[in-house]
């Protein structure tokens, strides 16, 4: 059964870190391309961060460019997104995501569409 499980949310400050996981069952995640989204209330799905099977290539939205880094742990079957300097525009629900297809084409990748397994999400909330 796939299964795609986040972890690592909760409530921080601004300023303050948080590192969410996405431990993976059911695949290999060997041979998949892999991102994080994210959802705030009343606002649509966003792309956050995205990594290629290989890990050659990464991406980043503006908005958290230079604070958040994604990784892939393979043997793990494990996905992360470290969290730094978070504001409280971040807050929202994250969610992991992996495709079996990946094109090295940003309008490709940084859509929605293309990732056929998701988790069920993880909250993030920054507030004082």
């Known amino acids: 059964q796939v299964q795609l499980v986040e972890s690592g949310g909760g409530l921080v400050q601004p300023g303050g870190s948080l590192r969410l996981s996405c431990t993976v069952s059911?695949?290999?995640?060997?041979?998949?391309?892999i991102a994080w989204f994210r959802q705030a209330p009343g606002k649509e799905r966003e792309v956050v961060s995205c990594?290629?099977?290989?890990?050659?290539?990464?991406y980043y939205a503006d908005s958290v460019k230079g604070r958040f880094s994604i990784s892939r742990d393979n043997a793990k079957n494990t996905l992360y997104l470290q969290m730094n300097n978070l504001k409280p525009e971040d807050t929202a629900v994250y969610f992991c995501a992996a495709t079996d297809k990946w094109y090295n084409d940003r309008s490709y990748y940084t859509a929605a569409a293309p990732y056929n397994y998701w988790g069920q999400g993880t909250q993030v909330t920054v507030s004082s």
């Open positions: 990594i290629s099977n290989t890990g050659g290539t990464t």
């Open positions: 059911g695949f290999s995640l060997d041979y998949y391309g």
